[in-house]
């Protein structure tokens, strides 16, 4: 009796899921498709014939190849802030788990505010510019690791205070040299949450479309997310572009759920159940 | 475990404190100067190359401009609207998901999916959804005889029908941290209230409830942030339209720097700054001294 409920209860949220969640995928699916008469209904239909090859080829190579070029600076911007804020963070969690000092209240401090406090936008570009990182490529690698340092010195600092004290003085009593402690001991021990926060703060950095838009003007430095923006007004009638636009940027974060959903979701929900 | 101190003066640390320097740099320079920067320049009228000192003016147009006074309310309702859609579904939906209902890893993943979808994305699909006429979702509601409203084009829906989609791509974020809270609460406590006869209902409000609170605090305090400060997602589907109905705090600051008020819209910074420091941090010490007394 209490397994037919369970049955029957799993089917009706198997639909519900399907038709709330499932459904506006496999719309922008079937948009991408379609041919752009076919595309301009909006509507919930099969495609009649195939025309995904031609639209990717027509999104590829529309103003010369700018979904090439974007592509290459979100790639060059994610996998270089992400290292940055690997090893910085990394370091920064390491000192403040080890370390007792009066410094540490002022850290953490510092740490909720970045959480919490919106960055000041025009300031911030003012300032770029006089430090000649406005628009340009490795200005937007700093501002990433800036506005994203707080979560992951969070996640390496929880680590680190796993990781027994005893492991250091060892290290130090068989001849290790003091920096040697950190980057041959500790930093091969913290992978796990190493990989968390490359898989969350890769999908976040990728996804970032306000930082670009303020920080990163002009057609040569286009990211993925403003390729979209750029063509919402330009493919206004083309919707099957717009929609196999969609369809490209959602490849890179549907790899990393398949492969990283675990650790994602471990580096998401840290901090939720604090004993 | 208690370890002997480890400080050593004559040779090199083994805990360096310029171990922190790098990462100082970086947040000092593009971080917290122009926060601080931002407090003088709130109170100018400012062109990039020069500024005038005004006083409060900025905050006072803030208040005095029917279409900013709506763009403050809007973005409350916002954040208020989203975390609690997200704490009330988040908590449903974990339950559910731990229960021993079938096929829970397919629903897990379909429900987790679109947080990690671009918002500008989620964004475009759902304004071509929302369609008034052509969109699926009224045409899906007139094979049930339902006349859909204009979800986007109705002033006084519009920013509604943004949080829905907001609540959309992020209740799955909700649900995983309401996941990991639930699966931490130990089976006696269950075992217990069912040795003293527990109803279900029971279970819930004095058991689950209670001790999955510091979920609930993360959930509020994440989604409360996030919606203070949204922006990606309204400029996607709306633009802060019809007229000025869905305008937020977030996207009056945009407005006011593309027309090139730049003391006006790092006002509004400073404005959104106090905003999510008089609401958020309150509410995150309550959250957190109630967990204490549990």
Redesign the interface.
């Given at each position: 009796m209490k397994r037919r409920a369970s049955i029957i209860g799993g089917v009706a949220a198997i639909a519900g899921s399907f038709v709330v969640f499932v459904i506006p995928f496999i719309f922008i699916i079937l948009m991408a498709f379609k041919d752009k008469p076919q595309s301009a209904l909006r509507d919930f239909s099969w495609p009649q014939g195939f025309h995904l090859w031609d639209n990717l080829v027509q999104v590829v190579t529309t103003r010369n190849w700018m979904m090439i070029t974007a592509f290459i600076n979100s790639a060059l911007i994610t996998v270089i802030s992400v290292t940055l804020l690997v090893v910085l963070a990394a370091m920064v969690g390491f000192v403040l788990a080890r370390r007792k000092t009066r410094m540490n209240g002022l850290i953490e401090f510092l740490i909720l505010a970045g959480l919490m406090i919106p960055p000041a936008v025009v300031p911030t570009i003012w300032l770029m510019q006089g430090l000649k990182l406005f628009g340009t490529l490795h200005g937007m690698i700093l501002i990433e690791v800036a506005y994203n340092l707080p979560f992951s010195i969070i996640l390496y600092r929880a680590f680190v205070a796993t990781i027994p004290r005893d492991l250091d003085e060892a290290a130090i009593i068989d001849g290790a040299r003091p920096l040697d402690v950190f980057f041959r001991i500790i930093l091969p021990m913290l992978w796990p949450v190493t990989v968390t926060n490359i898989v969350v703060q890769s999908v976040g950095i990728f996804n970032d479309f306000t930082n670009p838009l303020y920080y990163l003007p002009g057609n040569q430095n286009a990211t993925v997310q403003l390729t979209l923006y750029n063509f919402q007004s330009q493919y206004n009638t083309s919707y099957n572009l717009l929609f196999t636009n969609i369809l490209l940027i959602t490849v890179p974060p549907l790899i990393v759920f398949l492969f990283f959903n675990r650790q994602i979701v471990a580096g998401m929900t840290a901090g939720a159940v604090k004993g | 475990?208690a370890?002997?101190p480890?400080t050593a003066r004559s040779?090199?640390?083994?805990?360096?404190?310029w171990?922190?320097l790098?990462?100082a740099i970086?947040?000092s320079?593009?971080?917290?100067?122009?926060?601080f920067?931002?407090l003088y320049?709130s109170l100018t009228r400012?062109t990039?190359f020069n500024s005038v000192f005004i006083g409060f003016e900025n905050f006072a147009q803030f208040f005095r401009e029917p279409f900013l006074i709506q763009g403050l309310m809007n973005t409350v309702m916002y954040a208020v609207v989203t975390s609690s859609l997200k704490v009330v579904l988040g908590m449903g939906l974990a339950l559910?998901l731990t229960?021993?209902?079938?096929?829970r890893g397919?629903?897990r993943?379909?429900?987790?999916?679109?947080?990690?979808?671009?918002?500008?994305?989620?964004g475009?699909?759902?304004t071509?959804?929302m369609?008034p006429t052509?969109?699926?979702i009224n045409?899906g509601l007139a094979l049930i005889g339902i006349k859909g409203p204009g979800w986007l084009t109705d002033p006084r829906l519009a920013l509604y029908s943004v949080a829905l989609v907001d609540v959309?791509k992020g209740v799955g974020?909700a649900t995983?941290?309401y996941?990991?809270?639930l699966v931490?609460i130990p089976r006696d406590y269950y075992e217990a209230a069912r040795i003293d006869g527990a109803t279900a209902w029971q279970n819930f409000w004095h058991v689950t409830l209670p001790l999955s609170r510091?979920?609930t605090a993360?959930?509020i305090t994440l989604s409360f942030?996030g919606g203070l400060?949204t922006?990606?997602l309204i400029?996607?589907m709306t633009k802060g339209g019809p007229g000025f109905a869905s305008d937020t705090v977030?996207s009056v600051?945009?407005k006011q720097?593309q027309a090139g008020f730049?003391g006006l819209?790092?006002a509004g910074?400073?404005v959104?700054?106090v905003l999510?420091?008089i609401i958020?941090v309150p509410l995150t010490m309550f959250l957190n001294r109630k967990q204490g007394h549990e």
């Open positions: - | 475990m370890s002997a480890t040779r090199p640390s083994t805990y360096p404190v171990f922190f790098p990462a970086i947040y320079a593009l971080f917290l100067a122009p926060t920067a931002s320049f400012w990039l559910l229960s021993n209902i079938i096929a397919y629903l993943s379909v429900v987790f999916f679109p947080v990690l979808v671009s918002t500008v994305g989620v475009i699909t759902f071509v959804l369609h052509q969109g699926m045409q959309w974020l995983v941290i996941i990991a809270g931490a510091p979920a993360t959930v942030i400060r922006f990606d400029w996607a977030a600051i945009y720097y730049y819209s790092t910074n400073v959104l700054f999510i420091g958020v």
